[in-house]
């Protein structure tokens, strides 16, 4: 049953005893708000109050913009309801509140972020708030130390493995990030005059095993509740508040995979300000400030809490030069780069992430803290 703006209304009727918020008899209008790849989102508000307002999404069985042919699992839905959830229990004020959730018809009816912005465009247009990555840090250090399977008993961790056994979407990011954008591939692209580079990279050998190395720590451990897809486009922001959104990629895996994406971001970000040294600075410190405050809300016993944060760290260093890669060969680019309008501009820019996400990945492990990797820059 796929909705569309004609049929939401009814559907929120018929499921007004389980979700509550509009009346029966409420006019409701519905607008389409989805700017995304994958899914359908929609606003839906009192037609007498807009104020009134909240968000449907739905996963359709393909990918939405490419249409029918193009199957995906709609269970995709059944890991983000299951991870918003968890992250209600264990971090309410950085996410949505979920109203409903529909496993048949793949729907999630969640809280409208009125007057929220996506924080990468935030960091297009050069704002850069310190109290936002502090936030995420903190979002990421409590959800992942408080289902990091170290601390838990074998029961809690296979119910954790079998709630977040989402492999359909894991095996689609080991693609995209870990092993198409290396080879050849149809579905890579990037800017003429970066082959050389791209080759480079292919055929240099340190670099391709810890790749590989990334790829089965990606696909092979089981540690902790990752969102998966937590990049700047995932986290919508209002002044000093942050929202985490869009958590269909959650699996039970590597936590660092998402403070690696979350770094990375910033850093394409920052290569992308090149003529602002302002803004870079702000970008490194933003940096700096998301392990701080990742660290402090880690709970852990102190002797634990040391050694796995220590390898938190140069997994994420290893993950974060990862993303910075495909996000500039493979099928997936992001705005900060391509709103570039200069190509002689956009070509440097582009080498210079190449080679950072290219080192970070060969020294992870001779990077030993945070402020190492900012110098680096
Ligand atoms: N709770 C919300 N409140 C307000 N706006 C929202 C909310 N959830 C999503 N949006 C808006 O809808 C857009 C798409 O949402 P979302 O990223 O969850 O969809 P998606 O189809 O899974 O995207 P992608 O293709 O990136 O995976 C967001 O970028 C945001 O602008
Ligand atoms: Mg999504």
Redesign the pocket.
Same mark, same amino acid.
């Given at each position: 049953m796929e909705l569309n703006r004609e049929t939401i209304p009814q559907y929120l009727r018929e499921h007004q005893p389980e979700i509550g918020f509009f009346d029966k008899d409420t006019e409701l209008h519905v607008e389409e708000?989805?700017?995304?790849? $994958?899914?359908?989102?929609y606003?839906v508000y009192d037609a007498a109050q807009p104020d009134r307002s909240l968000?449907l999404?739905q996963a359709p069985p393909y990918i939405?913009i490419l249409g029918p042919d193009y199957p995906l699992p709609p269970e995709r839905l059944t890991f983000e309801s299951r991870s918003l959830d968890i992250y209600n229990q264990l971090a309410s004020e950085t996410v949505?509140t979920q109203y409903y959730f529909d496993s048949d018809a793949a729907i999630i009816v969640?809280?409208? $972020?009125?007057g929220?912005?996506?924080l990468r465009d935030e960091l297009i247009a050069g704002l850069v708030n310190q109290t936002i990555p502090e936030q995420i840090g903190r979002f990421m250090g409590r959800v992942h130390s408080q289902t990091y399977a170290y601390i838990l008993d074998n029961s809690a961790v296979d119910k954790y493995r079998q709630d977040f056994a989402n492999t359909a979407m894991q095996s689609i990011t080991a693609d995209y990030v870990f092993t198409f954008p290396f080879m050849e591939h149809e579905t890579n692209f990037y800017t003429d005059g970066l082959e050389t580079k791209v080759d480079q990279l292919k055929s240099d050998e340190s670099f391709r095993q810890q790749a590989d190395m990334l790829k089965s720590i990606f696909l092979g451990v089981q540690r902790g509740v990752t969102h998966g897809?937590l990049h700047t486009?995932?986290i919508?922001v209002n002044g000093e508040n942050a929202?985490v959104?869009?958590s269909?990629f959650a699996f039970y895996g590597p936590v660092a995979f998402d403070v690696g994406l979350f770094w990375a971001n910033y850093l394409l970000s920052y290569f992308s300000h090149t003529d602002n040294s302002d803004v870079q600075l702000k970008l490194k410190t933003a940096i700096i400030k998301t392990w701080e405050a990742y660290t402090e809300a880690f709970e852990m016993d102190p002797s634990l809490k040391f050694r796995i944060l220590h390898d938190v760290f140069h997994e994420s260093i290893g993950f974060a030069g990862m993303e910075m890669l495909r996000r500039i060969i493979g099928a997936a680019h992001v705005k900060d780069i391509e709103n570039i309008e200069n190509v002689q501009r956009k070509l440097r820019v582009e080498i210079a992430i190449l080679e950072f996400g290219q080192t970070l990945v060969k020294d992870r492990n001779i990077i030993f803290n945070v402020g190492e990797m900012v110098e680096l820059l």
């Open positions: 708000i989805g700017d995304g790849n $994958l899914n359908f989102v606003r968000v999404k939405k949505p969640m809280e409208d $972020l009125k929220y912005c996506l897809d486009g995932s919508m929202k959104i869009d269909e």
